[in-house]
Structure formats: C-alpha cells, structure tokens
C-alpha cells in the first residue's frame, strides 16, 4: 500500500505563489506517476498535473507557464510549484498516484485578497 500527505496549502493574494509537497511512504517502489487533483467548490475533481518517474510531465491548459510540477525519488516526494495564483484556483488540492490510485487528504488553496 502506498500513503501520500500533503502540505503548503493556505491563503495567498492574487499574484502570488505557493508550493504543494506531497510525501510518499508505503510500497513507494510501485509507483509510477504521482500528480495533482484539484476540486473546487460545487465543480468535479479535476487533473492539474502529474508526473512521471522518468520526469514527463503533464499539465491541464489552464495551468500552464503558471505551474511546475517536479520529483525527488530520493525524498519520495513530488511538489507543485504554483506562480501567478488567480481566484479560479481555489480548491482543495490532492495528490495521486498510478497505478496504486492511492490519494492524498487534500490541503487547501485559497486565493483571495
């Protein structure tokens, strides 16, 4: 079984930035992709960006050139840098991985001024 936390959620000012870490333990040898959901109030779960063990990344349209999805396989752990940061942001942000489907509890994004 694979376990994720994640963490670096909070409240940010449009224009800013923050960074998500996401921490894996358990059978983490079988991991392949980690990466990012997000779920907005009232709206469905959806893909921000994931990555693979051999760092190809993926991102939706709508966070493109504003985040930066990384991996350290010595830490186990993947991070979302996120830049620019706009109110349609909000939402609570989890992490995932393939092919386990193990989640994250989600950490909070609010962007707000």
């Known amino acids: 079984q694979v376990q994720l936390v994640e963490s670096g959620g909070g409240l940010v000012q449009p224009g800013g930035s923050l960074r998500l870490s996401c921490a894996a333990s358990?059978?983490?040898?079988?991991?392949?992709?980690m990466g990012w959901y997000r779920q907005a109030p009232g709206k469905q779960r959806e893909l921000v960006a994931r990555i693979t063990r051999g760092g190809n990344r993926n991102y939706a349209d709508s966070v493109k050139g504003r985040f930066a999805i990384s991996r350290d396989n010595a830490k186990n752990t993947v991070y979302l840098q996120m830049n620019s940061l706009k109110p349609e942001d909000t939402a609570v942000y989890y992490c995932?991985?393939?092919?386990?489907?193990?989640w994250g509890q989600g950490t909070q994004v609010t962007v707000s001024s």
């Open positions: 358990g059978s983490i040898f079988s991991i392949f992709v």
């Open positions: 995932k991985d393939w092919p386990n489907d193990a």
